[in-house]
């Protein structure tokens, strides 16, 4: 990989462990620690936290008719997403040993833990959870098919891709085709050494 290219991934990389701490500064202010991927927040946290929830009949009573008109549409798109996800899931089953390439871990992609909060009420819970759910799978969908990208094309795009995968840094330069024949063979190894419990990392 060019040498630039490996000195800013390491920096991304250096980045996000700071953006890590910060993280963890903050949720030492906010007073809870997270206990075999429980929450856990202290009592008086909890007693405040309930001072803010809105009970069921106010919420609906409060909701803008956009909303309600809406929430069927919103709630509709889980039929997509299960399919997508059933169907992407078989992919790698049945694929990905063929390539040798590790599977991608679903838990590594879904944090259900907004339900833990006190403030939210069930119909929030709901929402919470379906677009976990949703960014979630995206996110899962989006790893597979990077894993695949990288055996099959790993090469850059002409020009700047928005929302491209973190894999697409060490890809082949567009239009370097000594190098692609070169470097295909050793990309492919590199995917077939990761760790399957990992998500990809950007450095």
């Known amino acids: 990989m060019n040498p630039r ?4 991934l390491n920096r ?3 980045l996000e462990e700071e953006l890590e701490r910060e993280i963890a500064t903050r949720q030492a202010e906010l007073k809870f620690r997270l206990e075999n991927h429980r ?3 202290e009592r008086e946290v ?6 803010f ?6 919420y609906l009573a409060g909701t803008s008719w956009r909303h309600l008109l809406s929430a069927p549409i919103i709630y509709a798109m889980i039929v997509p997403l299960l ?3 059933l169907g992407v899931t078989l992919y790698q089953m049945l694929c990905f040993p063929l390539y040798r ?19 939210l009420n069930l119909i929030e819970k709901l929402n919470c959870g379906y677009c976990t759910y949703g960014n979630g799978l995206i996110a899962y969908v989006q790893e597979i098919i990077a894993r695949t990208e990288q055996y099959w094309c790993p090469i850059k795009h002409a020009r700047r891709v928005l929302g491209g995968n973190v894999r697409q840094a060490a890809y082949v330069d567009f239009g ?19 760790k399957a419990e990992s998500p990809p990392h950007t450095g």
């Open 5 to 8: 290219i490996t000195e800013l």
């Open 12 to 14: 991304i990389k250096a």
């Open 39 to 41: 929450v856990r927040f």
């Open 46 to 51: 909890l007693e405040r936290q309930r001072q």
């Open 53 to 58: 929830k809105v009970g069921l009949l106010r």
């Open 83 to 85: 399919l997508l996800d």
């Open 101 to 119: 390439i590790p599977k991608v871990k679903r838990r590594d992609y879904f944090t259900f833990d907004r339900e833990q909060l006190a403030y």
């Open 176 to 194: 370097d085709a000594e190098a692609y024949r070169k470097e295909l063979a050793e990309l492919r190894k590199l995917l077939e050494g990761e």
